[in-house]
């Protein structure tokens, strides 16, 4: 069955302090694994698409990285604005996402 | 990227009762997709809407619950029918990217909060 599991399912950083999110997917087909950030009371905002593993791309303080069985989001001293839940998403044969339950990342100043 | 809008905002209903939520998009989107978000979950998909064909729902989604309508290659809407608490929820419409087709990239509206009492 297909599936996607992010962990943990929240995470406390100080400004500055360096960490990863992990997005482990098990599915049939990979055709993209993706990253989103939501703000509380907003819709997701798109931050990346990886389509195999290998594959690394970054913004600013985010870099997202793909290996056969599981992504992971870098952030790289983070600073308060980027606390929000991220979530990843993939697409597979059906070319429908499937959306793991969110990493909650809160830094603090 | 598309830009996307719902209305309403948000709302807060009484049990029984129906709620027609908009979603309008900046380009022509040949797919739409209509998701619900319960509090403190993450996404899960309601239906597609492809302009001209009948909707397409996910298993535990049914049209008389959550019909849907897609005039146009710019709009959709969703109805939440015979409204009950369970129902609170954000509503958000999303599409694939305008430009590229192949990449399953979606974009998301900004929501709809419904609370229901």
């Known amino acids: ?109 | 990227s598309a830009v996307i809008s719902q209305k309403p905002s948000r709302d807060i209903c009484q049990r029984g009762t129906s709620l027609t939520i908009q979603c309008q998009v900046d380009s022509q989107v040949t797919m739409m997709f209509w998701y619900r978000q319960q509090p403190g979950q993450s996404l899960t998909l309601i239906a597609t809407a492809n302009q001209g064909s009948e909707a397409t729902y996910e298993s535990g989604f049914v049209i008389d619950k959550f019909p849907i309508s897609r005039p146009n290659l710019t709009f959709s809407t969703l109805t939440v029918s015979n409204m009950s608490p369970e129902d609170s929820s954000i509503y958000l419409c999303s599409v694939e990217s305008p430009r590229d087709r192949s990449t399953d990239t979606q974009y998301f509206g900004p929501g709809t909060r419904l609370t229901v009492l």
């Not at chain 1, 100080?14 to 055709?31: A, D, P």
């Open chain 1, 1 to 109: 069955e297909d599936q996607v599991t992010q962990s943990p399912e929240a995470l406390r950083l100080q400004e500055g302090e360096s960490s990863s999110l992990n997005c482990s997917y098990t599915v049939s087909g990979l055709r993209g694994l993706f990253w989103y950030r939501q703000d509380p009371g907003k819709g997701p905002e798109f931050l990346f698409t990886l389509y195999s593993a290998g594959e690394e791309k970054e913004k600013e303080r985010l870099k997202a990285t793909l290996t056969k069985k599981e992504s992971f989001l870098h952030i790289t001293a983070p600073k308060p604005e980027d606390s929000a839940t991220y979530l990843c998403a993939f697409s597979g044969s059906a070319r429908q996402l499937t959306f793991g339950s969110g990493t909650q990342l809160t830094v603090l100043p």
